[in-house]
C-alpha cells in the first residue's frame, strides 16, 4: 500500500502562484510515477501532470503546460507541483496519485490521496 496526503491548496486570485506537496508512505514511492488530476462537482476527473518514478520524464496536459510544473524528490518520498499564473478555470480540488506506468488515465492509478481544493477567485 501506498498512502498519499496532498497539502498546500487555498484560496488565490488570477495571476498568482501555488504550490502543492504529495507525500507518500508505505512502499517505496520511487518505484511509482506520480501524478496530478482535479475534479470539479459534476464533471470527471481531469487529468493534470504526471512525472516518471526517475523524475525525468514528465507529461502535461495541454491546458496546464508552460503554467505548471510537476517535480520530485525521492529522498523526500514527495511529488510537487508547481503552479503559475492561475485561473478562475483552474478551481477544482486537486489529487494526487501514484502508478506503475507514467499515464494521464485515471484508472492507471492505483493509490490516490483525499484531494486539496484550490479556487482561484478575485
Known amino acids: 500500500q501506498v498512502q498519499l496526503v496532498e497539502s498546500g491548496g487555498g484560496l488565490v486570485q488570477p495571476g498568482d502562484s501555488l504550490r502543492l506537496s504529495c507525500a507518500a508512505s508505505?512502499?517505496?514511492?520511487?518505484?511509482?510515477?506520480g501524478g496530478w488530476f482535479r475534479q470539479v462537482p459534476g464533471k470527471e476527473r481531469e487529468f493534470v501532470a504526471a512525472i516518471a518514478s526517475s523524475g525525468v520524464m514528465t507529461y502535461y496536459a495541454d491546458s496546464v503546460k508552460g503554467r505548471f510544473t510537476i517535480s520530485r524528490d525521492n529522498a523526500k518520498n514527495t511529488v510537487y507541483l508547481q503552479m503559475t499564473s492561475l485561473k478562475p478555470e483552474d478551481t477544482a480540488v486537486y489529487y494526487c496519485?501514484?502508478?506503475?506506468?507514467?499515464?494521464?488515465?485515471?484508472?492507471?492509478?492505483?493509490?490516490w490521496g483525499q484531494g486539496t481544493q484550490v479556487t482561484v477567485s478575485s
Open positions: 496519485a501514484a502508478s506503475n506506468w507514467l499515464s494521464s488515465s485515471a484508472g492507471q492509478y492505483a493509490y
Open positions: 508505505g512502499r517505496t514511492f520511487i518505484r511509482y510515477a
